[in-house]
């Protein structure tokens, strides 16, 4: 728009420039002629300036339009994967249940009586964070847990709900990261068939059905009795 009005200011500070020249009769017929050319120049690039710019502009409002419609597609997309991964956790929370009601939380008792009280407030803390879904809170809590707690026990417990937490928020690839952490650490928790099921439900909701696949066949191959087998194996199927 600058430009475009610097033109148009020199456009007319030449014609009046020719006004007063030929007003003093100072103007020879070929210079006359060069001014009109020069005159009919800045008109041309004027309107071809304007051209640009209005093209530049559509362009402009095009994109615009186009972010702001796949900004909306992509929210869309990752509430219906929040949606669909609490519908799986509740079919996991439903089959312990079902298949070995206390034996989840004997565990999680015993453990919590072999760690000093300051390490359990810590772990209560956080796990109420996220049940209440201050996923955040909950995050920052279970790293702080797992650092004063170091090997003890609950931390694999604790890296798993740190996952869960970034499934939560949509963090999927640290949800990933964070899963795979407690499988490679901790190789004997029971936590890991949901883990490896949870990164399969992850990259198959994300479109990578071939590593989706990976992990629920995982599932079934290490832990063939496990609820998560039963769902890796309709998902399979």
Same mark, same amino acid.
């Given at each position: 728009?600058?430009?475009?009005?610097?033109?148009? $200011?020199?456009? +007319?500070?030449?014609?009046?420039?020719?006004?007063?020249? +030929?007003?003093?009769?100072?103007?020879?017929?070929?210079?006359?002629?060069?001014?009109?050319?020069?005159? !009919? &120049? +800045?008109?041309?690039?004027?309107?071809?300036?304007?051209? #640009?710019?209005? =093209?530049?502009?559509?362009?402009?409002?095009?994109?615009?339009?186009?972010?702001?419609?796949?900004?909306?597609?992509? &929210?869309?997309?990752?509430?219906?994967l929040n949606s669909r991964l609490g519908e799986s956790e509740t079919q996991i929370t439903q089959l312990y249940r079902k298949l070995g009601p206390s034996q989840e939380a004997v565990a999680d008792s015993e453990?919590?009586?072999?760690?000093?009280?300051?390490?359990?407030?810590?772990?209560?803390?956080?796990?109420?964070?996220?049940?209440?879904?201050?996923?955040?809170?909950?995050?920052?809590?279970?790293?702080? %847990?797992?650092?004063?707690?170091?090997?003890?026990? #609950?931390? !694999?417990? $604790?890296?798993?709900?740190?996952?869960?937490?970034?499934?939560?928020?949509?963090? +999927?690839?640290?949800? =990933?990261?964070?899963?795979?952490? #407690?499988?490679?650490?901790?190789?004997?928790?029971?936590?890991?068939?949901?883990?490896?099921?949870?990164?399969?439900?992850?990259?198959?909701?994300?479109?990578?059905?071939?590593?989706?696949?990976?992990?629920?066949?995982?599932?079934?191959? !290490? %832990?063939?009795? &496990?609820?998560? $087998?039963? #769902?890796?194996?309709?998902?399979?199927?």
């Amino acid at each position: 728009m600058r430009a475009q009005k610097s033109l148009r $200011a020199l456009a +007319l500070l030449n014609i009046f420039i020719l006004s007063g020249l +030929l007003t003093t009769g100072c103007l020879s017929t070929q210079r006359y002629r060069n001014y009109n050319w020069q005159l !009919d &120049s +800045l008109r041309y690039y004027t309107i071809k300036i304007d051209s #640009l710019l209005a =093209v530049q502009s559509n362009e402009i409002e095009q994109l615009r339009i186009d972010l702001y419609t796949k900004t909306n597609e992509l &929210s869309r997309k990752f509430d219906m994967l929040n949606s669909r991964l609490g519908e799986s956790e509740t079919q996991i929370t439903q089959l312990y249940r079902k298949l070995g009601p206390s034996q989840e939380a004997v565990a999680d008792s015993e453990a919590m009586s072999q760690i000093s009280p300051e390490s359990r407030l810590l772990y209560e803390s956080a796990y109420k964070n996220y049940v209440r879904g201050n996923y955040r809170e909950a995050i920052e809590g279970f790293q702080v %847990y797992q650092k004063a707690a170091e090997d003890g026990p #609950l931390v !694999d417990n $604790a890296l798993y709900w740190t996952g869960e937490s970034y499934t939560a928020l949509g963090q +999927l690839q640290k949800a =990933v990261n964070t899963f795979q952490e #407690l499988i490679n650490k901790y190789p004997k928790s029971a936590r890991i068939p949901t883990a490896l099921y949870k990164m399969g439900i992850i990259y198959e909701e994300g479109g990578d059905r071939r590593t989706a696949r990976f992990y629920y066949n995982q599932v079934v191959k !290490d %832990y063939p009795n &496990s609820p998560e $087998a039963a #769902l890796a194996r309709n998902k399979l199927q």
